[in-house]
T-cell receptor, first 110, second 114 residues
Framework: GEDVEQSLFLSVREGDSSVINCTYTDSSSTYLYWYKQEPGAGLQLLTYIFSNMDMKQDQRLTVLLNKKDKHLSLRIADTQTGDSAIYFCAFYNAGNMLTFGGGTRLMVKP | DAGVTQSPTHLIKTRGQHVTLRCSPISGHKSVSWYQQVLGQGPQFIFQYYEKEERGRGNFPDRFSARQFPNYSSELNVNALLLGDSALYLC?????????????FGPGTRLTVL
């Protein structure tokens, strides 16, 4: 969506960390989300963060939120080939509609 | 337990035709939302229904309509199809309508308009 921007593509080597970034123009959302989409599959909720938090860690996933800069990031530690997918950030806008970024395609090289 | 199911999986239509897409939510979920995902873009919100009432509408023309049935399943209808309607149509179900409820997505219906 035009309110949310993500870089199109990220390539990393297996075992490295991946950082996927998302910037947004406005959000009244209580939660901000990261979704994963694999080829031919629907969207899978990976993790989320409350808007009053700066960081959330969930196993290999770390979400950082900088509300001042309106920047959200997802770090995947020890990236595996199975992590290859498209990743979307999303949040609820003022109209209570779930708004998605354009997605970042993560490619993990063995 | 079955997840969100959608039918058909794929569909090919020609310009000007009408299409109906169907969605069955997870058992116990009363909210269904529809999204359009054009190739290479993120999903765009179309509609949300809860307890058979429309609770939200995205920026789509009136050619798009939807309804929810007493069993909470839903249909998305698109009239007078345009080439630009070619997309993956995703359905999601949730227990409620607020952001505190996770939305579970189906695999989608891929619509091609020729």
């Amino acid at each position: 969506g035009e309110d949310v921007e993500q870089s199109l593509f990220l390539s990393v080597r297996e075992g490295d960390s991946s950082v996927i970034n998302c910037t947004y123009t406005d959000s009244s959302s209580t939660y901000l989300y990261w979704y994963k989409q694999e080829p031919g599959a629907g969207l899978q909720l990976l993790t989320y963060i409350f808007s009053n938090m700066d960081m959330k860690q969930d196993q290999r996933l770390t979400v950082l939120l900088n509300k001042k800069d309106k920047h959200l990031s997802l770090r995947i530690a020890d990236t595996q080939t199975g992590d290859s997918a498209i990743y979307f950030c999303a949040f609820y806008n003022a109209g209570n509609m779930l708004t998605f970024g354009g997605g970042t395609r993560l490619m993990v090289k063995p | 337990d079955a997840g969100v199911t959608q039918s058909p999986t794929h569909l090919i239509k020609t310009r000007g035709q009408h299409v109906t897409l169907r969605c069955s939510p997870i058992s116990g979920h009363k909210s269904v939302s529809w999204y359009q995902q054009v190739l290479g873009q993120g999903p765009q919100f179309i509609f949300q229904y809860y307890e058979k009432e429309e609770r939200g509408r995205g920026n789509f023309p009136d050619r798009f309509s939807a309804r929810q049935f007493p069993n909470y399943s839903s249909e998305l209808n698109v009239n007078a199809l345009l080439l630009g309607d070619s997309a993956l149509y995703l359905c999601a179900s949730s227990l409620g309508t607020s952001g505190s409820y996770e939305q579970f997505f189906g695999p989608g219906t891929r619509l091609t308009v020729l």
